[in-house]
């Protein structure tokens, strides 16, 4: 019996977000790839979201998007290299928070005068006070990540955000006030790395895995999500339809970024 996999993205903009004229700052990234060599195919799903901050200097789209390639880059490398997949976060944490420190130190230096040009006051007063490194660090690189890595027998799913995750019929929503741990802030934190879990491929027939724009709509059961994210025909664009009409509809409920990531396991 042949196994498939079906993966799926959709991202929408965020109704407030639009109104205040910034970017998307979520990135979305899937990809399936075989070595013939060794007779094994590979899934890879990755999802970040960028700190909202204040619209006016963050660029936090930036950061997310760099994030979903980079790990994709490298979790390539890992598997190439040998690396057994409940293995692979452990490394795959470290050279995320490197790139991203050796990133901002190249591009924005911290002898580099970068004034912010305004006295905030407030929660925000500690930016009067940072060097342009850690300003670039916080504006342009702070986004969370979250992904998966399947190569057929096993399956690892690992994350550093404050989204949701869904496997098969259990939701797991993680709420950090919206103050996650982004990688790129968590440098030299001790004990940092990716929450993992790891299943057996077979066992997980549905995964999917979105920011926390999609939380209000989790709580109108009426929509039927996720499963209305499944199924259906081969449509590679069918998420991302989704999750265009229920902004058309219930755009009020999406005042942040959303976007969904799945993988259906089917056997045919």
Not at 86 to 108: C, G, K, Q
Not at 159 to 178: K, L, P, S, T, Y
Not at 243 to 248: A, D, E, I, T, Y
């Amino acid at each position: 019996m042949a196994q498939l996999f079906r993966l799926r993205t959709g991202s929408v903009h965020g109704v407030k977000h639009a109104k205040l004229g910034t970017n998307n700052q979520d990135a979305v990234l899937v990809q399936e790839f075989g070595i013939p060599s060794w007779g094994t195919s590979y899934r890879i799903g990755l999802i970040s979201d960028g700190c909202s901050g204040i619209p006016a200097f963050t660029h936090s789209e930036v950061g997310s998007n760099l994030m979903v390639v980079n790990c994709l880059a490298r979790i390539q490398e890992l598997i190439i290299g040998g690396a057994r997949m409940e293995d692979i976060p452990m490394p795959l944490y470290h050279s995320v928070t490197n790139f991203m420190r050796n990133l901002a130190n190249t591009i924005m230096p911290a002898n580099i005068h970068w004034p912010f040009g305004v006295q905030f006051r407030g929660s925000n007063a500690f930016r009067n006070q940072i060097n342009a490194t850690r300003r670039f660090t916080i504006d342009y690189l702070a986004a969370t990540v979250a992904g998966f890595i399947d190569d057929g027998e096993t399956l690892v799913v690992f994350r550093a955000d404050d989204g949701v995750v869904g496997v098969n019929d259990e939701v797991f929503i993680v709420d950090q006030n919206n103050q996650p741990d982004y990688p790129a802030l968590s440098i030299n934190s001790p004990g940092g790395g990716f929450d993992v879990s790891v299943y057996a491929s077979a066992e997980v027939p549905r995964l999917w895995l979105a920011t926390d724009g999609l939380k209000e709509l989790l709580e109108m059961p009426q929509l039927g999500l996720p499963g209305a994210f499944f199924g259906g025909d081969d449509n590679p664009m069918g998420l991302q339809f989704a999750l265009n009409r229920l902004r058309k509809e219930y755009g009020g409920k999406m005042g942040d970024d959303c976007t969904v990531l799945t993988r259906e396991r089917l056997e045919v």
